[in-house]
């Protein structure tokens, strides 16, 4: 790569950053944003995507190029920092199998696919009554990666799919992130009215009446300096690394090994490895350097701060850049299958979530199911800011048992997310809605069990 290459990346960058900086500013000003919880990057993506439209502002075709590839590279250090400083041993160890924690993992995973299914089912439906629209075959797909997997997963579908050879690829992550960004929107709009049903018919356990949200989790800043909390520890000393520097350096070093790894596999013809998108990859191999850092006693290297801060900045950046190069006028052509599907999609959510949270939790079920509900219709910190609307101080365990639950579904996804994409690089889309059915069955009766057993 030459000087001037890296000038452009370098002047691209700052593009997005500026879009950053003016959605924090949007988002501390204006009330809509406010009262729908939407991040910077969202916002700034948005005015980037009529900036590209538009051409209010010239930009460099080759810019919106880097924008639409972007995704697909950040998401490779995000999903590597995943298991780095994840501790297994001791207690900890036995509480992933505590049944609140498999319920919640198995009610979320279960909502999960139970929206591929929906995706999928959508594209059969429309591919019969119409087959005129010509959707691809790996069309639905997109709900899922957008509501459950949230803009973080949403934007690497592009880069999954370009690993398979679909040509494609680009329509689909700008349909995932159309997705994505509706169901963060949705999710926390209807939230908030779940919320204020909830307390009217007494459902909710702490919060007994109606009240104000802060100001500062509205305008996402506090000019408190003491409200503000830390970065996180500093495990080494400025003098040798920086605690920033070190992080990323193992996060980078797991990438470079992956894609090693990748390049020796693809040489194989094993299908089940070679379905498997880097970032995979990358997250098994963290997982090995996590259990030899622990083993060794190395574990306070590492600070889960530090590494949410990192991997937080990269989604930022990876999330506006998404926005900024979606494909608007491909993905306008599928606006009647794709406001069917996410439609359908909040509906069968909802479904699932409320009803089995009742079924299968005994206590604090209102709270487990709206943090449930955020995190599988927009991102984890949805649920989280739902759940401290009418849990202000985290007094119900929800937060803690969906947490850990959450963190459970990494784990999971190393024996499904081979077969699941073994089945979306080959098979039909009814192979991918039958192979979705299962993986919903088959999660929700883990939850139910694990109900079984508390009882």
């Known amino acids: 790569m030459t000087s001037a290459l890296f000038t452009e990346l370098l002047k691209s960058l700052s593009f997005l950053s500026f879009l950053l900086l003016l959605g924090m500013f949007l988002r501390a000003k204006v009330k809509l944003f406010q009262n729908l919880f939407l991040p910077a990057s969202v916002i700034g993506g948005f005015i980037g995507l009529i900036i590209v439209e538009t051409n209010i502002i010239p930009i460099p075709s080759d810019w ?27 207690k900890k160890q036995g509480a992933f199998f505590m049944p609140n924690i498999l319920i919640s993992f198995g009610i979320f995973m279960g909502a999960s696919m139970a929206q591929s299914t929906v995706g999928y089912a959508t594209n059969i439906f429309f591919t019969h009554v119409n087959p005129n629209i010509e959707l691809y075959r790996t069309f639905g797909y997109e709900l899922s990666a957008g509501f459950a997997g949230g803009h973080g997963l949403a934007a690497a579908t592009g880069k999954l799919l370009e690993g398979f050879g679909m040509p494609y690829w680009n329509i689909s992550q700008g349909i995932a992130m159309t997705t994505a960004t509706v169901g963060l929107i949705g999710g926390m709009v209807f939230g908030i009215i779940f919320i204020n049903i ?23 800043f506090s000019k408190d300096i003491e409200k503000q909390k830390s970065l996180g520890r500093e495990t080494f000393m400025s003098s040798s690394i920086e605690t920033i520097a070190f992080h990323l350096a193992i996060i980078f070093t797991v990438c470079g090994i992956a894609y090693f790894v990748i390049s020796l596999v693809n ?14 990859y990358s997250m098994i191999i963290m997982f090995i350097v996590n259990f030899i850092m622990q083993k ?30 979606l494909p608007l006028k491909a993905v306008l052509q599928y606006t009647l299958p794709l406001t069917v599907m996410m439609t359908l999609g909040f509906i069968v959510t909802y479904f699932i979530i409320f009803n089995f949270s009742k079924l299968c939790f005994k206590d604090y079920i209102f709270e487990r199911a709206i943090i449930s509900w955020g995190a599988a219709t927009g991102v984890l910190i949805t649920g989280i800011t739902l759940l401290r609307i009418c849990d202000s101080e985290y007094a119900t365990p929800a937060l803690k048992d969906f947490s850990l639950g959450f963190s459970l579904m990494s784990l999971s996804s190393l024996l499904i997310v081979p077969i699941l994409n073994s089945i979306l690089a080959t098979g039909s889309t009814m192979a991918n809605m039958i192979a979705a059915i299962v993986a919903t069955l088959i999660y929700l009766s883990i939850a139910f069990l694990a109900s079984l057993k508390k009882a």
Do not use: C, H
């Open 296 to 325: 060794m006693n190395l574990d306070w290297m590492i600070d889960s701060k530090v590494k949410a801060r990192i991997t937080g900045a990269m989604s930022d950046f990876a999330i506006v850049s998404a926005i900024t190069s």
């Open 198 to 220: 909830a307390i009217r018919n007494k459902k909710t356990a702490v919060l007994k009446n109606a009240s104000e949200i802060p100001n500062d989790i509205k305008q996402g």
């Open 64 to 90: 919106v190029k880097t924008y639409s590839i972007l995704p697909g590279v950040f998401i490779i250090p995000i999903f590597a920092a995943i298991p780095l400083g994840m501790s297994f041993g001791g």
């Open 267 to 280: 040489k194989t013809n094993i299908i089940g490895l070679k379905v498997l998108p880097i970032w995979t």
